[in-house]
């Protein structure tokens, strides 16, 4: 154990001329932001341009990408992926200026067999690899995983809704994600710190009962991490016992936080949080001081920026179907407001936005402004710009989230979830992801009496009965649909409440939550698919005449649909109020469980990319072309016409860009607080005849948007154009796609038609287009 006094010399030096006391007493970052940070009210104009040392680097890290692309990425076979027992890594070790790395080499991928050993080999063996038999005896024989703890666990119902996909994507294998430590910590205080502060939490647990001792094996896990954490710098010659002295060892001990998470945790998300603030603080005082140029600052976040694109996971091909395009979601959260009225901007959110220009555009890190219209003009005139020119940033409400309780210093896990790490009243701390499930299977499901909607003799539940009317009518269809989420969601939390009681058991995120405050209440993050298909459904039952098509045994595979109906996305009151409902009906019965460790429930609408594996697993519906089954019994997609992403609108609403958002609006975030997921393409030409008109449109459309309500968007300014042959041909061209970003080369074939068959707005409101 550790004894640290604040008041020593390295503590004088490393805080000298940062304000505040409360924050030295006890760690918190947020009140140290609070105390030192400087907003910027100027423009872009104080930017530094790339040096030749940086492009050297982004050249070997392309080069040495593409090398493994068109051969095969190094793997880890015989050893398992660990925190400092694997060598340090490095690009090119004498022109790097921030060290640290995944693994020992550059693209290695690890081995991480803890969540389960299965998905772990089967990845070797996809990219030609031949798993240990030391390590599978070990991990089969003599350790349990991660998945073999949940499938002792799981109930019948779980494995039913598993194997008709209506409840898909389940963390189950790979590990949650979706925790965000707060690795700045490690900049500002020192691993010593850190540790003593564990001690203490630790010492303070005193009542013996199940909660407490579970807690203090917990935060022993965390000091152990933090241990490690001193090992994995000292690879590298540096003592991450201290705190940071200036902006490059602040930015240094960042990214060993973050690349000691990065090595050991196989998550759906490994988000970096709200870093760019905390760096500018360093950043004001070097530049007061002369210790380093605006040149310089920009290097260090140039090769810091690199350094986070260089990260990688081992993945199934099976994993790519839902989160395709290779994703880290190494989510980075910048701007937004303070609590006593000042804005967040600051000069380093210039500067990782400008590492677009200086290193070029990339999917990674997922670059988040959290947006207001008090911002100053000239920081949102300048995301537009970049957003214009790149497609490469997204777009969070701060009013929206903070109504929900999100804080100042709040920031974006994974694509759109906000968290709020430091949270004193306890609230957001956290999350448990727990993927989504398909609501328009279920409903279809539900018509059928609880046999799948694919496969007719497969019974997935038994709560309702068939309808048997010639016309859906509304009221009885609501009403089954009803008691089908009700099977549903308990089912849901079920399954998220033994992943989550089991991930802590054998793979607990001791290093993440090592960086984060030890008394946690997290948010357990449900989701939805078929969103707007669903809703669209519900209203051509009600405004529609739908007849359900039968076979010989009165089983319902299609629908004949006469008659005009309103669509989710055109800003039609009649088909908004039934998406509102649908979210209502689904978190609320969610929230009435009790979540492990008495987490809050939420829900979001957001798929990733598993929008196109959904429809794939979900038969026809009165609004779309669903999946059928041959005369042999196996499954037919070639009609399939593909569900849009998150909360969408469909293809075939008739709803401009502007009546798009104006729907999403209305959506209540009190239902959805994990996420409502637009992601939209807009023609430069519908905000403007020239670049400057588009760009003022734009800060204005996204002012509106989110001062009405809305919580997110994901930005694409481009034609269709300019960009569908070289998605189809796949060529690099690099865009928001649901929730994250992505360079669609990377995409699957099914998955770039579903991209290129999404509306490109080319008119700002159908009104004025008629």
């Not at 493994?68 to 340090?88: L, N, Q």
């Not at 429930?601 to 929008?611: E, F, G, H, W």
Request: proline letters at 3%.
């Amino acid at each position: 154990m550790v004894t640290v006094k604040t008041t020593t010399d390295i503590f004088e030096k490393a805080w000298e001329g940062f304000k505040g006391t409360d924050w030295k007493e006890k760690a918190s970052v947020s009140r140290f932001v609070n105390a030192n940070y400087t907003p910027y009210d100027g423009d872009e104009s104080f930017l530094a341009g790339p040096t030749a040392r940086s492009l050297h680097i982004k050249k070997i890290v392309e080069e040495t990408k593409a090398h493994y692309e068109a051969t095969r990425f190094p793997m880890d076979t015989d050893r398992v992926a660990s925190i400092a027992d694997i060598p340090a890594g490095y690009i090119d070790k004498d022109n790097e200026l921030i060290f640290g790395l995944q693994n020992s080499e550059l693209f290695r991928l690890s081995f991480m067999p803890k969540g389960g050993i299965r998905m772990a080999e089967t990845t070797l063996v996809e990219n030609g690899y031949e798993p240990d038999p030391t390590l599978h005896e070990i991990y089969t024989k003599h350790t349990t995983t991660v998945n073999d703890g949940i499938f002792r666990a799981y109930t019948s119902n779980i494995r039913r809704a598993r194997h008709a996909h209506t409840v898909t994507g389940l963390p189950d294998a790979y590990s949650r994600g979706r925790i965000i430590g707060v690795y700045a910590r490690l900049a500002l205080y020192g691993a010593d710190y850190l540790m003593q502060e564990k001690v203490n939490d630790w010492n303070a647990l005193t009542e013996i009962d199940e909660e407490t001792i579970r807690l203090r094996e917990e935060i022993n896990l965390q000091y152990q991490a933090l241990a490690e954490v001193i090992k994995f710098g000292e690879l590298y010659g540096l003592d991450v016992r201290r705190p940071a002295y200036d902006t490059k060892e602040a930015i240094q001990w960042t990214n060993i936080a973050f690349m000691a998470a990065a090595r050991v945790i196989n998550g759906a998300a490994t988000s970096l949080g709200r870093v760019p603030i905390v760096l500018d603080i360093y950043a004001e005082r070097d530049l007061a001081r002369g210790t380093y140029t605006e040149s310089e600052i920009q290097e260090f976040v140039d090769d810091f920026v690199m350094k986070l694109r260089t990260v990688k996971y081992a993945r199934t091909k099976a994993y790519d179907q839902l989160y395709s395009g290779d994703p880290t979601f190494i989510t980075t959260s910048m701007a937004g407001m303070g609590n006593d009225g000042r804005h967040r901007v600051t000069k380093m959110d210039y500067r990782f936005l400008n590492t677009l220009d200086n290193i070029g555009n990339s999917p990674e890190p997922n670059l988040t402004v959290l947006w207001s219209s008090e911002l100053p003009y000239a920081f949102r005139r300048y995301c537009m710009h970049m957003s214009h020119k790149h497609s490469s940033i997204q777009y969070e409400g701060v009013s929206t989230m903070a109504k929900e309780g999100y804080g100042e210093m709040s920031c974006i896990s994974c694509c759109v979830s906000p968290l709020d790490p430091e949270n004193e009243d306890k609230r957001h701390n956290i999350q448990y992801f727990g993927a989504r499930v398909n609501v328009m299977k279920t409903l279809l499901t539900g018509l059928n009496g609880g046999y799948d909607d694919v496969h007719k003799d497969y019974k997935v539940f038994n709560v309702v009965e068939p309808i048997t009317s010639e016309v859906l009518d509304f009221d009885e269809v609501k009403e089954n649909f009803e008691k089908s989420l009700d099977w549903l969601t308990d089912t849901y939390v079920d399954a998220l409440n033994i992943i989550h009681y089991m991930t802590d058991k054998y793979n607990y995120e001791a290093i993440q939550m090592a960086f984060l405050p030890s008394h946690q209440r997290a948010n357990m993050g449900f989701g939805i698919c078929g969103f707007a298909n669903t809703v669209d459904t519900l209203s051509a039952i009600k405004y529609a005449t739908v007849k359900p098509i039968r076979d010989q045994d009165g089983y319902i595979y299609d629908y004949e649909t006469i008659g005009d109906f309103p669509r989710y996305g055109e800003d039609d009151d009649r088909v908004d109020d039934i998406a509102k409902w649908l979210m209502e009906a689904f978190y609320t019965r969610l929230a009435s469980h009790k979540l492990y460790k008495n987490a809050e429930a939420t829900v979001s609408l957001l798929t990733i990319t598993s929008n196109v594996a959904y429809s794939k697993q979900t038969g026809n519906s009165p609004v779309h072309r669903g999946v059928y089954l041959n005369e042999d019994g196996s499954v037919n997609t070639s009609q399939v016409e593909f569900f849009p992403p998150g909360a969408n609108p469909t293809s075939k609403s008739r709803g401009g860009w502007l009546q798009n958002l104006n729907s999403l609006s209305k959506l209540e975030f009190s239902h959805a607080n994990d996420g409502i997921s637009l992601t939209t393409q807009v023609s430069p030409r519908a905000l403007g005849k020239t670049r400057d008109e588009q760009v003022k449109n734009l800060v204005t459309i996204l002012d509106g948007y989110f001062e009405n309500g809305g919580q997110h968007v994901n930005l694409n300014v481009m034609d269709l154009n300019d960009v569908y042959e070289k998605i189809m041909n796949g060529e690099d061209v690099i865009v928001r796609i649901s929730g994250y970003c992505v360079n669609t080369k990377y995409l699957t074939k099914e998955q770039k038609t579903e991209l290129t068959q999404r509306v490109f707005h080319e008119v700002l409101s159908m009104d004025s287009a008629l």
